[in-house]
């Protein structure tokens, strides 16, 4: 890895990073960048569309401006460029949803400690069906804006040509099948994920007008039997919130739903086989231990290990690289 200059300055900079991050955090809960829009206000303005208090929003908005998110003159605030793309919700490149996910984590990171003290989740998952329901909008909706940004260069990285049905295993809300499906029109594809999912699924899809080629079905792939049949099969981010034992198993039930010759493909924050990196990998399997009972971020080698275990041949990298180092292992079962 890199070296690191540390200092005094640096540490205490890291130290308190999470000061900005908790002003980001605060401006998309209360919708500050919603609620300007295009508009020029004053923090009075703001504070009458927000129903907050006007010094302490005031004060946000200054910070906000100190950030580079908002832009401030002559006592009028507004957003920037990007905040009007990615912070204004229901543009289309709202980052928002991962944001409020990432709030939802805050409090367990604050018990990290404790964590690895324990070795054992603080907090319960976001993810399962049993959360509260703004905190599952938030996972589910952030999942996929993160997906919509990276999904295109995705699809163009994997070859489905001459593949008829596609698994995509825990897909949410169905982002990654909605864009393999665009890209290879003879494709058709099953969103298998929680029951509760299915709701979010089903309007993601018929937004895209694809209801009559993507279908859902609701299921829990630990104890379900999994639809068989498919010729291809695409697994996002579901091994890392799982213990190795349990992620192997998953592994196995995905290559036994699909037919021989089937293409199984796993998208993970991969961790390097020396386990100290890529920095994001690294901090998510801390996430991990946070979140979930046993989970982690998995090395190069893990992963190709579960794949060859699960009867998968012809293992290989594909070259795609995501924002935060994701990547994606393919195998022919």
């Known amino acids: 890895m890199p070296s690191q200059e540390w200092s005094p300055g640096r540490l205490l900079q890291v130290s308190g990073a999470y000061w900005q991050t908790c002003a980001l955090h605060a401006a998309v809960k209360l919708g500050v960048f919603t609620a300007l829009g295009r508009d020029r206000l004053d923090a009075a303005q703001a504070t009458e569309r927000l129903g907050t208090q006007e010094r302490a929003t005031a004060m946000l908005l200054n910070a906000l ?12 605030y507004a957003n920037t460029e990007a905040a009007k793309r990615f912070l204004v919700r229901d543009t289309p490149g709202y980052v928002g949803h991962m944001i409020l996910h990432h709030h939802h984590l805050a409090p367990s990171w604050v018990q990290l400690d404790r964590a690895v003290r324990d070795g054992s989740a603080v907090r319960e998952r976001a993810s399962s069906g049993s959360g509260k329901p703004e905190m599952r909008e938030a996972f589910l909706m952030g999942m996929f804006n993160n ?16 593949r008829r049905h596609l698994l995509d295993l825990g897909g949410g809300p169905g982002t990654y099948a909605i864009h393999f499906c665009q890209a290879n029109p003879a494709l058709k594809a099953t969103v298998f994920d929680l029951p509760t999912t299915g709701f979010f699924a089903e309007r993601t899809v018929a937004r895209f007008d694809l209801s009559q080629r993507i279908t859902f079905a609701g299921g829990d792939f630990h104890s379900d039997r999994l639809p068989q049949g498919f010729d291809a099969a695409w697994l996002s981010h579901v091994l890392h919130g799982e213990a190795p034992e349990a992620a192997a198993a998953i592994v196995r039930k995905a290559a036994k739903a699909l037919e021989p010759g089937g293409l199984l493909m796993i998208h ?4 390097d ?6 920095l994001f990998a690294t901090l998510f399997s801390l996430n991990m231990l946070l979140n979930t009972q046993g989970g982690q971020s998995y090395t190069d080698g893990e992963i190709r290990q579960m794949l060859a275990a699960a009867g998968g041949r012809q293992i290989r990298r594909l070259g795609f690289r995501g924002p935060t180092d994701s990547g994606i292992i393919c195998a022919t079962v």
């Open 268 to 271: 993970e924050f991969i961790l």
């Open 147 to 162: 997906a919509m940004l990276q999904a295109p260069d995705v699809a163009a990285a994997v070859d489905l040509a001459g």
């Open 273 to 278: 086989d020396t386990a100290d990196g890529p």
């Open 65 to 76: 401006a100190a950030m580079g998110l908002l832009e401030k003159a002559r006592g009028l």
